[in-house]
């Protein structure tokens, strides 16, 4: 379609050079006292005694160039732009794609706000090269081309004294390109900013006013802003001064042209109508060089884009799957001395840690805050990859594994809840990748003890929420949650501090439907909740991301240790 564009941009530009040395013919002609004029294979008869009929067919014979070069323009568009348009849909779908390959690390270190202005704000800079961009570069080659070759045709001592002006213009645009290139990256960088606030503002508008900080929020938005709006003036500047620099230079061709021209008639050496074509071409190439500086400042706002794109496009993942042999769960998970320390943190987030959990074991992490216990199930989903040790899956490295499939048999409910702008049915559905009946679904939010608060709303199950479930309470969003895990009819059900926001009536309901009902292989809670645990083969103590206590509930009573210390803090703040 490229190629096809660019043909079609010289089509357009034949018949637009046409046009001045048809009307260059007519000219000398007339003035000469010819009989006839010959265009496009057209014999025109001239007769001065018929003047109205001569101007029809003048006029007809312009306007149909005219037509020509319309309809070849109409196809240059529809090719060129269409092939913008294609690359974005592919450039936006390669990006998204390499988001949802990066994992937990690339998240961690980078603000929502700045990838969502690479989708978005790169790619359109980028899209703009592509089309207009690309298009008005190819039409001003072809323009310049057929025009000079047309302004030598007929006089080549004219030529090249209106062209002096153009290596001066060049030499204007390469020292000014360098400046809008610095300046356009760093325009970028402060756009992405103000978007990243922008972001974490609707977020967390909520807290902002609640704790009555919106001036303060403002006021940070504002400096942002300004920050912005002074580098874009810096870039609106040169451009500014760059066209009518240009504009100028195209004027000083056009006064060589008439002036020197009109010397050279004297001499013979050019025609009245040969004027007329120069002052016509030198008008031909104003908006191509004057477009010059809009096009080295698209060109150079694309090339800043697509560096900001290309940094996280070369991004390797730190996860890969190696392995495509499908695997199923039976049920032992061994932790053989591991460790991980989060980047920028100087102690480990789990220390030498080893722990064997198996088939059919319901096993609890416990533990104060920071002591490593989120970390664990981290490591066994595989979002990160531990420093040392090993972590086996039924005796085999889970970095070995198919970790789709293995991923396929988890049922996980995080700590932080997220729920779509979509209907509480389409929330619970989105846990299973298989098709789920609505039947299905009611079951798992019988399970998860929601199943009677959905259907006491006026839309029962088909309520829509709002953004991250804003209409809910939390209690409801974590039940909401749990359902959305039981649905996938999981092997290995991972609960990570999921009880949180529930009375403890609801939370004894759930976990009794935990034991009775749930069917999973393994089940992994971990919670600050002792109540939580009641039903636990298996309770692992973490501090400090070592494991320091072990055994089941009775057992780490007896022992008189940590947990016993936590069971009884808890056990007094209930009975208060």
Not at 136 to 162: A, E, P, R
Not at 304 to 320: C, D, G, M, T, Y
Not at 413 to 423: A, K
Not at 540 to 555: A, F, H, Q, S
Request: charged fraction near 20%; hydrophobic fraction near 45%; glycine fraction near 6%.
């Amino acid at each position: 379609m490229l190629l096809l564009g660019t043909l079609f941009v010289v089509a357009s530009n034949y018949f637009y050079i046409k046009m001045p040395i048809f009307l260059k013919d007519v000219i000398d002609t007339i003035i000469g006292g010819g009989s006839q004029i010959e265009v496009l294979g057209w014999s025109i008869p001239i007769d001065t005694s018929e003047a109205l009929k001569v101007a029809f067919y003048i006029g007809a014979v312009y306007m149909v160039l005219v037509l020509l070069k319309s309809v070849f323009l109409f196809f240059m568009r529809q090719t060129i732009i269409k092939v913008s348009r294609y690359i974005e849909y592919d450039l936006k779908n390669e990006i998204y794609e390499q988001y949802q390959r990066l994992g937990y690390n690339f998240y961690k270190e980078n603000s929502t706000g700045d990838l969502m202005n690479r989708i978005s704000e790169d790619v359109s800079y980028v899209r703009t090269f592509l089309g207009p961009g690309i298009m008005y570069n190819i039409n001003l080659l072809v323009v310049f081309t057929l025009i000079v070759y047309q302004m030598i045709n007929i006089n080549v001592w004219l030529t090249v004294i209106v062209l002096i002006p153009l290596p001066i213009m060049s030499y204007l645009i390469y020292k000014v390109s360098n400046k809008i290139n610095k300046v356009s990256l760093v325009v970028q960088k402060e756009q992405s900013g103000l978007s990243t606030i922008v972001q974490e503002t609707f977020t967390g508008i909520r807290v902002i006013k609640a704790y009555e900080r919106e001036n303060e929020v403002n006021s940070r938005f504002v400096d942002s802003s300004k920050v912005y709006k002074k580098k874009q003036m810096s870039l609106v500047l040169i451009n500014a001064f760059f066209q009518p620099t240009i504009l100028l230079l195209i004027g000083l061709s056009t006064i060589l042209a008439i002036y020197v021209g009109g010397l050279f008639t004297f001499t013979g050496e050019i025609t009245y109508g040969g004027i007329a074509a120069f002052v016509f071409f030198v008008g031909s190439l104003t908006w191509p060089f004057a477009s010059l500086g809009w096009l080295t400042s698209i060109i150079q706002r694309a090339a800043a884009s697509q560096e900001r794109i290309n940094e996280f496009l070369k991004i390797q993942p730190e996860i890969v799957n190696v392995n495509h042999d499908a695997f199923e769960f039976k049920g032992r998970i061994e932790f053989r001395n591991v460790t991980y320390t989060y980047k920028g943190m100087l102690e480990p987030a789990i220390n030498n840690l080893s722990f064997v959990i198996e088939p059919h074991e319901t096993v609890a992490f416990v533990g104060r805050t920071a002591s490593g216990k989120s970390t664990v199930l981290k490591l066994l989903l595989r979002q990160i990859e531990p420093q040392s040790g090993t972590i086996l899956i039924d005796n085999q490295p889970l970095n070995e594994l198919n970790l789709d499939n293995f991923r396929e048999q988890i049922g996980i409910v995080p700590q932080e809840v997220f729920l779509f702008s979509d209907t509480i049915l389409n929330n619970i559905r989105f846990g299973s990748t298989k098709e789920v009946m609505d039947e299905e679904v009611k079951q798992a939010a019988e399970y998860a003890h929601i199943k009677h608060t959905i259907e006491s709303f006026e839309f029962g199950f088909d309520t829509v929420l709002g953004e991250r479930g804003v209409n809910l309470s939390g209690g409801q969003k974590q039940r909401i949650s749990i359902a959305r895990a039981l649905v996938r009819k999981p092997k290995l059900l991972l609960l990570d501090d999921c009880l949180s926001a529930v009375d403890t009536e609801t939370e004894e309901i759930i976990l009794r439907h935990f034991e009775k009902d749930v069917k999973v292989t393994n089940t992994i809670i971990v919670s600050h909740r002792i109540s939580s645990l009641r039903n636990a083969h298996k309770i692992i103590v973490l501090n400090k991301g070592e494991k320091i206590e072990e055994g089941t509930p009775d057992e780490l009573i007896a022992l008189n240790g940590v947990y016993k210390d936590m069971y009884t803090k808890q056990l007094i703040e209930e009975n208060d």
